[in-house]
RNA sequence: GCCCCAGUAGCUCAGUCGGUAGAGCGGCGGGUUUAUACCCCGUGAUGCGCCAGAUAAGCGGCAGGUCGCCGGUUCGAAUCCGGCCUGGGGUACCA
């Protein structure tokens, strides 16, 4: 007996079965450092249009978690799956360095400025720290596979950036966009310092509420407002408060002008009183007090109470009646205590009425030393002195514990105060910012499309950005106040930009260094420099100015901003509330952004629950390219689940689509592209249908590359994988592969399409699977450049029709769903008769399908050939015109099989009665009959020593 | 509190105009082997009961009828409408 293994052409390959990527990723990062793939790709894609996706920096500490890793990855197959298109399409990835975080840091290593350390030698220290944070950051983005200018990043500290960032303020000061203003803002006391909007976050807090009474002066100017004659006994407005500290700041009372409220009489333990209530209020009011009779006096609109004068409840003070929308029925009395210094909406009644604008309480918490009663106190300790104060006054009408929702600092977690200090803001109306900000949300393509009216309410709602920070880590505000006025100097545009100047040859500390008055010429003697520095949102709020004008291949506006839904509280307004100030227009086409991390029950990560997954825990086990599968397999949009389980099945897909691949390279072993191609009419039928579906699905891919929707191509092309390819092509085309001569045109026709397979499937991997896919560029045949990343997408060729060979033009098309609707049917037949032990292998049966007419010509077309489509060893063809269908056949009654049967379409299978060819394992008659080759059958005698068979539709 | 998003099989996702609920993976059972990480077949969305010491599997049967839940519109709803639940996010003038 020969040995005919030899001559069959079985796959072989270097590329592994096993990705091993733990250990192989961070070769091909040092294979892409070294031929500096990023300047390479810079170079080849010269000159073609421009995307440019612009980075939104994370900031300098902490190592990056999955919600990063995520945000990273989304930005690197966009960036890559630009380069395929067609596009220059350049990346600067960027750090945000300045800010209270850092400073945090900076003082557990060093402790606080002050301390043998002055403000100099704490920036510079911050500086340090922040550097190597964004050395330690860059390691890990880098890890990922994400492919940028890592080496020429942008740092929001480099002194460049920081020079441009006062350039662009001075733009916002030329168009008198900012002022000074002294208004109440959030004041975190551990910060000692303003906060923005974005910096705070609202939790459960527990206070206490207390009522109290403001007793009314003039009980005669009441009854008149009433239009009736107030009982003899005193009479007051309760208000209700969950920050009994703010009293002491209190300067009015609001009502709504339009409620109606009452003036009951009622004696609860005080004596007999009168109160003035909303009427709506009144029997939650009567419940809270215990009020068990009462009888109402009169009522009227809140309207005409205006101006009623009032006690305060322990200040020598007299205070008038306001009206304000803000005033509700939610909660209280429906009368609100309103101090100027302590909140929005009491700033706005102080504007309106002309209100003392009281801020009795320092940056420290305390009340200072003017304030009666409580000076020096710290307000958290206060509360108790005012419940007792208020009490002994008799002003006390009730208090309980309340839960509420409160503003806290997002740094420290602890309550913020609202507090009206002296600073700087952008105003949002003075210069149309509001208005023009919001024409340019509608220009802007947002992904998804609730986007655009999430930042348009809040653009609308928000109140002017205060973007001074009482703080040493950040950029200087660049302005001269007058000594004595207060007032910014006429020329504080020109001025800052000279900063500018002199900050990008010496760096922020210049801003502090004395010397600077020179800029200011003869007004040395009456300006002064501010010395609160920049909120940070202003930093990188500002990197599309900066980054555009640094950048010779940034052009502004960017292409897309990319981040996760927060960012439209944060970076994505900080940006555009900057550009439009500056340009007019929206820095960015589109902004596109990704829901959070959570796991598989839904549910957020925390430490707590333990269901926190790491990036480096992945790429250090699983590798990066299956945390880029995820990435790609998940739909982005709303919240992405990750866990275990789910990682497992990545890799389960990623294992897939690699062998798939390794199946591919495999078998392109001894196939030179340059020489071997066969795209003439000799190409085989079925290898015309491959190409055909390779091409479709590129069509789908690439569209979805576009649209940005990673899940559907991450689907597409594994299931092009299993069904098409594993599950039917090349499964079939095993046998030609593998048993005709390897020069022949059948393994060729073969090779040819697996080629093309190849070459487009790379592509459609390497945005996402980058690192796999530079492996399989590397083992692909053909001449090729040093990187997937250098190309586009895959021409996949289109071959000559027919020749003559197949019976004429008449044979070209193959209807190939119809024939593989009947292959799903033969399969399972042959299941079925395996059960039943009749055949074991495919192979070992002949298969007679009968059908009507124009199925059986679809099928005869492929004459003898049919029998590889359906990997038996023989297939034949009976039409039946005009005969009824058949009955089910009569072995296996098996309901399944049965249904499972076409209509129409009878197939018989027999077990072959035929010597099994050791070669190729079909059973054929003439196996035998060659005396030279006693066990092989005619085709492969011929394959192996003759000229080949021929094969045109399998 | 208000607003937005999501909820379809164990997992990831499709589901067009309102017309019989799908794919791939995984699991389980079986087969095959010239990709043993390949391929082929079967098995899937509610509840209950029988067999059994019990669990799993299996077997046979009953009632059913499915898209987070409840209701509505409709001849007909995963799809349209209303309400609710769970999770995620946002937001706030919560005094």
Not at 13 to 28: H, I, Q, V, Y
Request: glycine share 8%; charged share 25%.
């Amino acid at each position: 007996m020969t040995d005919y293994k030899d001559t069959l052409n079985l796959p072989r390959t270097r590329f592994p079965m096993r990705g091993n990527l733990a250990k192989r990723e961070p070769e091909m990062l040092k294979r892409w450092e070294q031929q500096d793939i990023y300047g390479q790709i810079r170079a080849a894609a010269k000159g073609r249009p421009r995307f440019v996706l612009h980075d939104g920096p994370p900031y300098a500490n902490g190592d990056i978690h999955l919600g990063h890793a995520l945000n990273q990855v989304l930005k690197d197959i966009i960036v890559k799956s630009r380069t395929l298109d067609g596009y220059d399409a350049p990346y600067v990835p960027g750090w945000d360095c300045h800010g209270l975080p850092i400073e945090h840091q900076v003082e557990r290593r060093l402790g606080k400025q002050g301390n043998g350390l002055d403000a100099r030698e704490f920036r510079a220290a911050c500086r340090e720290f922040a550097g190597e944070q964004v050395n330690r950051q860059r390691v890990d983005r880098k890890r990922l596979g994400a492919i940028g200018d890592w080496d020429r990043p942008y740092l929001t500290m480099d002194r460049r950036y920081e020079a441009e960032q006062l350039r662009a303020f001075a733009r916002l000061l030329k168009r008198d966009l900012v002022f000074r203003g002294y208004k109440p803002v959030h004041w975190c006391l551990n910060c000692q310092s303003a906060l923005a909007e974005a910096e705070v976050e609202y939790r459960d807090k527990r206070s206490y509420a207390v009522d109290v009474r403001f007793a009314v002066v003039d009980r005669s100017a009441l009854g008149k407002a009433l239009g009736v004659a107030v009982p003899d006994c005193p009479a007051s407005i309760p208000i209700w408060t969950t920050t009994s500290w703010t009293l002491p700041g209190n300067r009015a009372v609001a009502l709504n002008a339009a409620l109606q409220y009452v003036l009951v009489e009622t004696d609860f333990g005080a004596g007999r009183e009168c109160l003035l209530v909303a009427e709506d209020m009144l029997e939650s009011v009567a419940n809270r007090y215990g009020m068990e009779e009462r009888s109402v006096v009169g009522a009227a609109p809140g309207a005409a109470f205006e101006r009623l004068e009032l006690r305060h409840p322990f200040f020598d003070r007299v205070v008038p009646v306001v009206l304000g929308d803000h005033v509700t029925t939610e909660a209280g009395t429906g009368a609100v205590h309103t101090a100027p210094g302590h909140g929005h909406e009491d700033f706005a009644m102080g504007v309106e009425y002309d209100l003392p604008l009281d801020c009795p309480v320092d940056g420290d918490g305390r009340y200072l030393p003017a304030t009666a009663l409580f000076a020096g106190q710290h307000i958290d300790d206060a509360g108790r002195g005012i419940f007792e104060t208020l009490r002994e006054r008799g002003a006390l009408l009730h208090s309980e514990r309340v839960d509420h929702s409160y503003p806290h600092c997002w740094r420290h977690r602890t309550p913020v105060i609202f507090r009206a200090t002296p600073q700087w803001f952008i105003g949002m109306d003075q210069g149309e910012l509001r208005a023009e900000a919001l024409e340019q949300i509608t220009r802007v393509e947002w992904t998804p499309d609730w986007g655009e009216e999430r930042i348009r309410g809040m653009i609308r709602d928000r109140p002017d950005w205060c973007i001074s920070r009482q703080r040493t880590w950040g950029v200087p505000i660049p302005l001269f106040v007058h000594r004595e006025s207060g007032e910014m100097h006429p020329d504080s545009a020109e001025l800052a930009l000279q900063v500018a100047d002199v900050v990008e040859q010496h760096g922020i500390d210049a801003w502090f260094d004395p010397s600077l008055g020179e800029v200011l010429g003869d007004d040395a003697e009456l300006y002064e420099p501010v010395t609160d520095v920049m909120d940070v949102w202003l930093d990188s709020g500002f990197s599309h100015h900066v980054v555009g004008t640094l950048w010779d291949e940034v052009s502004m506006p960017v292409d897309l901003y990319l981040e996760g839904s927060d960012q439209h509280r944060g970076w994505f307004q900080s940006s555009l509330l900057t550009s439009v100030g500056m340009y007019r227009r929206a820095p960015y086409k589109g902004v596109l952004t990704h829901g959070f991390t959570v796991d598989e029950q839904g549910r957020k990560m925390s430490k707590s629950l333990g269901n926190v997954i790491e990036p480096k825990q992945v790429y250090r086990t699983l590798g990066a390219d299956i945390l880029r599968l995820w990435v790609a397999a998940t739909d982005y949009r709303s919240e992405m689940s990750v866990s275990r389980e789910i990682l497992t099945r990545v890799s389960d897909a990623y294992r897939r689509m690699r062998n798939t691949q390794r199946f591919l390279l495999g078998n392109l072993h001894g196939f030179d592209p340059g020489r071997h191609q066969v795209l003439d009419e000799r190409m085989v039928a079925l290898d015309r249908w491959a190409l055909e579906r390779a091409r479709e699905l590129q069509v789908e891919v690439v569209r979805a590359y576009e649209r940005y929707e990673f899940h559907h191509i991450y689907h597409k092309v594994h299931n092009f994988c299993v069904v098409d390819m594993g599950g039917f092509y090349l499964d079939v085309l095993k046998d030609r592969l593998y048993t005709t001569p390897a020069e022949g045109v059948p393994r060729r026709s073969a090779q040819t399409a697996m080629y093309h397979i190849a070459e487009a499937m790379v592509r459609w991997l390497a945005p996402i699977l980058s690192f796999t896919a530079e492996e399989i560029w590397q083992e692909l045949p053909g001449e090729r450049g040093d990187s997937v990343l250098l190309s586009t997408w895959h021409e996949i060729p289109e071959p000559d029709d027919y020749g003559d060979a197949a019976g004429g033009a008449e044979s070209a098309e193959v209807d190939w769903p119809a024939i593989l609707r009947v292959r799903q049917q033969v399969t399972v037949r042959l299941e079925a008769l395996r059960a039943e032990g009749i055949i074991g292998s495919p192979l070992d049966a002949n298969v007679m399908i009968e059908c009507a007419d124009s199925l059986a010509a679809t099928l005869k077309r492929l004459g003898e050939e049919l029998r590889f489509v359906f990997i038996t060893s023989d297939a034949k063809v009976r039409s039946m015109t005009g005969t009824p269908p058949p009955p089910p056949p009569p072995r296996s009654l098996d309901s399944d099989a049965a249904a499972g049967t076409m209509w129409g379409v009878g197939i018989e299978i027999v077990p072959s009665p035929h010597e099994k060819c050791v070669r190729c394992w079909h059973k054929r008659v003439d196996v035998g009959q060659h005396a030279e080759h006693p066990e092989l059958c005619g085709r492969c005698v011929s394959n192996v020593e003759g000229l080949g068979e021929t094969r045109i539709y399998a």
